[in-house]
């Protein structure tokens, strides 16, 4: 079995904590998006078995998504967070790549960059961050890791 680490969190430190734990694979990510991104909903399988969707922050405004093909994993995530209204921090956007070079990108280039990339044979295989209390948006992301082996 891989090595799993958990990589982040960027943005802010502030809200409700949101958790995956580890998943077998992402079946399908859809994040919603504005001047922030206001909340993923995220479809994967644990056990063999496809979980019902977990939405984290709110399902509002536009929407982009991805579905995952059976061996298809995701590699990479990007995005940028900013101070916003005083003290809190949300993520403007927020790109995943998969390792079939598809990807779900949405939200606004605006902010503090934050980037992670996997060597080849490493996958995402989990989420957790923050969500903010007074605006119902992502404040931080981090990701668990399966690492390849070495």
Not at 65 to 78: A, N, V, Y
Not at 120 to 149: N, R, T
Request: aromatic content about 8%.
């Amino acid at each position: 079995m891989a090595k799993v680490v958990k990589v982040g969190t960027w943005g802010g430190n502030a809200g409700n904590a949101f958790d995956t734990g580890r998943v077998d694979r992402f079946t399908k990510v859809k994040v919603y998006h504005g001047d922030v991104i206001y909340g993923l909903e995220i479809t994967f399988v644990v056990g063999g078995k496809t979980q019902p969707p977990v939405v984290i922050g709110d399902k509002k405004r536009a929407s982009k998504e991805i579905s995952l093909d059976e061996d298809e994993h995701f590699t990479s995530i990007t995005g940028y967070f900013k101070p916003m209204l005083g003290t809190e921090v949300f993520i403007t956007q927020l790109t995943l790549t998969t390792d079939k070079d598809r990807n779900v990108s949405a939200g606004k280039e605006t902010g503090n960059p934050f980037s992670l990339a996997l060597e080849e044979g490493g996958h995402i295989v989990g989420f957790s961050g923050l969500v903010g209390q007074s605006i119902v948006a992502v404040e931080a992301i981090a990701v668990y890791c399966a690492l390849a082996d070495s």
